[in-house]
């Protein structure tokens, strides 16, 4: 468990600190923060101690290796536009994000799971057409414009959802996260599906009825197992677009999170928070990462060994 | 040729009760090209204590007839007539409430392969536990004891420490030991076994048969023996229901039938086997290939290979008749048959 | 023997109820007729291109023109005359000439953008398959690179560093999506190297790129182009997704994405702002969702019976048919 443990930390800290570099000197190509936060009349004085005071007239290797001596101090910068420090500012948002994606995760799960059995439990019947819909609709609908009509047709026309923010309860969640479900529920669904419709003709699902066992036993205690592992890399994959930030979602409904601090960062080229945004969701990913490959194990005694091993 | 079951017992034995009365069970299958009959008006009795064999090819619908009688076809097979009576009830028409309740306690299968048979994610503890929590309403606790006892039974060494353990953690021999153990762990009235030596080594299977003997002695089961092998059939059943396109075309005790076959393709399948004492001579073979199902001949199902094919095998059907006692078969010139 | 019948084998093909097609081009096409779905879905397809592409010629001009007095009128009329009949937006611009013209501008850049990651996706994909070994790690580490790294950073820095025009947001899109045919090439071309076809190829003297050109390609290609039909999807979304977040493309450009996120401020006087573009890229992704399904059956050889099956048969079959095995009654 430790070797597996430190194996994984190994070949995932070198495709991060690619990433952490590519993100910082991407980052700077993209221009001078100076002239978007000096008035227009600034002086070139003006500009020049601005740079220097932020370290921007060095050369963008000093600065970043000025930037990585800092992370093991947990230094990790300043933001420009507020003055408080990167970390914090990710910190704060990052929550908001996560329970999103969990509420999201949470929800797609669990409706997936029931329409997927059932609608490979039954070829043709109301769920599999609900299933198919779904999953037709999951990669043909843009989310923006999904949220748009939500707004529009409970916000403004019903007049029952808020239209953004935080501040209604749970009402304010409502939008945000069924315009996040759209895409995890369709493409679980029939992830759930294809692996519930080959574990149903498992010959270990004709033993079971051999033995006398009730559909439901069969589909709940003996294919549903089975079907788990797909499943649970699909859902992986989600969770991980999720918490990456739905930049989409949060913009539109004003939602404090991680992908909206990180757009507003690029535009208002606040590097230093926009790296902490990168290295927190990285971080996190790789949480995940393992969380799953626990999840794995969990469900198979031939996993289990093989991460013994 | 002898049959060793016979020389033990088979002829002294007492007949027991029939158990399992198959009449005119007829299988459709559909196709995107149209309905099929997979499995043609077959039928034959199996009593307690006997081993009846199904011999046949791949594709002469033996397996199917047998996954019918258990009830696992596929959603595109019919049943389209005929009775499978367990005990004098029939099957067929049975409330899928009923026929749950007899699936494990009355009725039970050995599958050919027990790697897949067998769910990779439960201890084979669990699996060995579930018919009894399922019929009889066991704890957990008890099941278990009940599991241990069936390793025991089928000759699992040490099952106190083995039955925690998962499928893929035993040899093919012992899997196959484990489906037996489930199969028979509610002393099922009637017993198929499906291919259950195919995926075996030949002393692993030796072994496996012997279970199989010892268990429906113990047991007072009817096993119906699924096979293509003729030595297994020869070793281990009582009666033998040779099958071929869907139809019977010979059935009747083994020694009778293995001796004076009164059908020319259970002649032609018995000289098909290497003997010893004829070595150096030509084996022979059974020209050409069975019809495909969608072509299966209206008049005599073996026509098109037969040496003995005249005018009447094309144009009538022979009927399944009596040619000696207890021994039937499917051919116009059976007389002329022999050895 | 196992009991599991499968009508793709054994059963269905040597009836000869099907006659074997006289050419492959004619046969698709007569599939595709036996498809209702797919059909609807190509004409529908076709149509849409024919009306951005031909339409924008003719109302090309249109799309910009400016006239208060008949500003933010409501769809559904022609009082206005038919230019109007999906309505105006707030500066007097004609719905119906900037769908097409913002059409045209999607099309513009998720066609070339799938073609370029397409043809070099699978170009190195089969290349790295075929040869294993070193080509093959560095192709897929460069893959895992482009995969983690957040595409929107990269429109941005595009959008910054050069002009933002259509042709950068195709490069970038095109970037970000090689990964996916690299993959897919990768992993056929790298188990069929190992066939013995190739080996025979291979004994004869023939070079490398002659058997990726003639026993790879024509057999990988039908997995790709389903990917490609796909990702054609995927690739719109993308692009709207980065119009409608400002970083695609610019006004006074137009597109569906653009368009949706331009009419957003407008959602409670004028809803048909928004509307009309989002249901365009659905209706559009769709149909090209529902061809890639048929697509991959039809490349599929033993797939592709299904579509051969009557359409009365297929649907009693579908009635019946319960997956798990059923009681029998």
Redesign the interface.
Known sequence: MLYFLRRRSLTSLLPLLFVLVGVFVLARLTGDPTSLYLPESATAEQRRAFAASHGFDDPVWKQLLHYLQGIPHLDFGTSLRTGQTAASMALRAFPNTLQLAFATMLISVVVAVVLGSWAAYRPNSLADRISSLLSMTAGSVPDFWFAIMGVWIFAVILGVLPTSGTDNGLLSWVLPVVTLCVRPIGVLTQVVRGAMVSALSAPYVRLARSKGATDVRLVTHHALRNAAAPALTVAGDLAVGLINGAVVVETIFGWPGIGKLMIDSILQRDFAVLQACVLLTALSIFVLNILIDLGYALLDARVRETVKA | MTATSLDLDGATRPRGDVALDVENLSVD??????T?R?VDSVSFTARRGETVALLGE??CG???T???I????????D?ADGAIRLDGED???MS?KR???????EL??V???AL????????VGTQLA??FR??RGLSRKEARAEAIRLMERVGIPEPESRVDS?P?QFSGGMRQRL?IA??VALSPAVLLAD?PTTALDVTVQAQIMKLLRDLREERDMAVVLITHDLALVAEQADRVVVMYAGNVVESGPVDAVFSTPKHPYTKGLLESVPVAAERGADLKSIGGAPP???AIPSACVYQDRCPLVRDICRTDRPPLREVAEDHAAACHFSEEVSR | MTTMIDPTDGVAPETGATPPPRSGRLSMWRLLLRDRMATVALVVLVLIVLSTVGGSLILGDKSNDQDLARGAIAPFSLDHGWLYVLGSDKLGRSMIARMVVGGRTTLAVAVPAVLISLVIGSLIGMWAGYHRGWRETVAMRVADVIMSFPSLLMAVVVLYVFSPSASMIVVVLAITRIPIYLRTARAESAELQSRTFVDAARTFGTRPTAIIRRHVFPIVLPTLLTVATLDFCYVMLAESSLSFLGIGIQPPGVSWGLMVSQGRQYLQTAWWLSFFPGLAIVVTAVCSTLLASWVRIATDPSQRWRLTVPRKAAARRRRQAPIVEGEVS
């Open positions: 299958i559909r196709t995107p090209f149209g099929v997979a791949s594709g033996k397996s199917l047998a996954t019918s258990v009830g696992l076809v596929d959603p595109v097979v049943i099957l067929i028409g899928p026929r749950r309740a007899a699936a494990g306690p039970a299968i599958f050919q392969d897949t048979a067998l769910n990779p994610v439960y201890t579930e018919p399922i019929h998962y893929h489906l489930i199969a291919e495909e199902l969608s």
